[in-house]
């Protein structure tokens, strides 16, 4: 029969002299914990709670911690240029650059969070252009891959490749005029039914129009002439 083993002293523990005795105190618990970083899963439930990112947004964020101080010092810096204003707004449209171009450079250049050749505050500065409708979203993209590559603020990329998108009604109106007239075959045939059309001439009035024309105004411009 094999003998069992149920006390201490079966086991022959007994206290390490060489090892002083260790009291920890609820107070020095609490402080402790006051100093552990915030954890994944309490950061990404934050993240959309405060932020109203989605679950998957937030849980791309989070994956990394630098990522996430990153995509944080982004917002933080944008707000400041804002001088205050939407949080939440500011914090979508920072996530969907972060989620996106951010993510898919480390990934194609095979850098970390930390080796990101790009400051908080210049992805703040390109970031604030789009929400002012400043640039048009492929623009954004355009500047952002300059960015990675030099020192330039998003700013004057912009205007070195005339970027700047034009949200003007009256500056686009006559390009949509003439684009209109010099296809009235197919504006009849958009009148007769063919909806489709719509998208050949936005692209129409993008490739004469000296510049980025908003496509929203385009848009609406070619909706009211060939209504009428």
């Keep these: 029969m094999l003998r069992t083993k149920e ?3 079966d086991y022959r523990y007994f206290p390490d002299p060489d090892l002083p005795a260790v009291a920890i ?4 618990l609490k402080r402790l914990r006051g100093e552990l970083p915030e954890m994944p899963a309490e950061r990404r439930l934050r993240y959309m709670k405060d932020m109203d990112l989605s679950g998957y947004d937030a849980g791309l964020l989070t994956e990394d911690r630098a990522l996430a101080d990153f995509f944080e010092a982004s917002v933080s810096a944008l707000a400041s240029r804002q001088g205050g204003g939407n949080w939440r707004a500011q914090a979508k449209a920072t996530s969907n650059v972060v989620t996106n171009a951010v993510l898919r450079a480390m990934n194609e250049r095979n850098l970390d969070a930390e080796e990101l050749p790009l400051a908080p505050k210049r992805l703040a500065a390109l970031v604030d252009l789009r929400m002012n409708d400043e640039i048009s979203s492929s623009a954004a993209q355009t500047v952002f891959e300059a960015m990675l590559d030099s020192n330039k603020p998003p700013k004057q990329v912009v205007g070195e ?8 009604r009256d500056k686009i109106k006559p390009v949509v005029e003439a684009v209109v007239n010099h296809h009235s ?3 009849n045939a958009y009148r007769n039914g063919k909806t489709g059309l719509l998208g050949f001439f936005i692209g129409r009035v993008k490739r004469r129009f000296n510049g980025s024309p908003n496509p929203e105004v385009v848009r609406d411009l070619l909706k009211e002439k060939l209504g009428s």
């Design 7 to 9: 006390t201490d002293s």
């Design 25 to 28: 105190t609820d107070d020095t």
């Design 161 to 168: 490749r005339n970027l700047t998108q034009v949200s003007d």
């Design 185 to 187: 075959d197919k504006a």
